[in-house]
């Protein structure tokens, strides 16, 4: 039987448009990827298809930054922990979603993230 149990931190959030993410993979830029959701340890960012072979389970992002102004600023490093939509045994949908854990961030960052997410969620 699979084992379908909650793995992520239940203090997400969901956004809407115009949230955005960019980072560099090696040397390779990316600009304006967006992001779904966020939490204090990661976000669920989608990628368009045709860039699917720069990302893999593992696949370490250095240099991010979350490009919206409510969203708070730093250089962060983050992971690839879950990939959906590259399977061959899925239909191709135009883009892959990327689960992301955030490996390293400035104190200030993650203390600013926590308080966004915290009063998004109606808790401060």
Do not use: C, W
Request: charged residues 20%.
């Amino acid at each position: 039987m699979a084992d379908f149990a909650e793995r992520r931190d239940n203090r997400r959030i969901a956004l809407g448009p115009g949230h955005h993410i960019r980072f560099k993979v090696g040397v390779r830029s990316f600009k304006d990827i967006r992001i779904a959701n966020i939490s204090g340890s990661g976000i669920f960012a989608l990628v368009d298809q045709s860039e699917a072979q720069h990302f893999e389970k593992g696949t370490v992002l250095e240099d991010l930054a979350l490009d919206h102004p409510l969203l708070p600023k730093g250089r962060i490093r983050a992971q690839v922990v879950y990939l959906l939509g590259n399977s061959p045994q899925l239909p191709a949908m135009g883009f892959i979603g990327m689960g992301l854990h955030f490996l390293d961030m400035p104190s200030e960052t993650q203390a600013s993230l926590n308080l966004f997410v915290a009063a998004s969620l109606g808790e401060v």
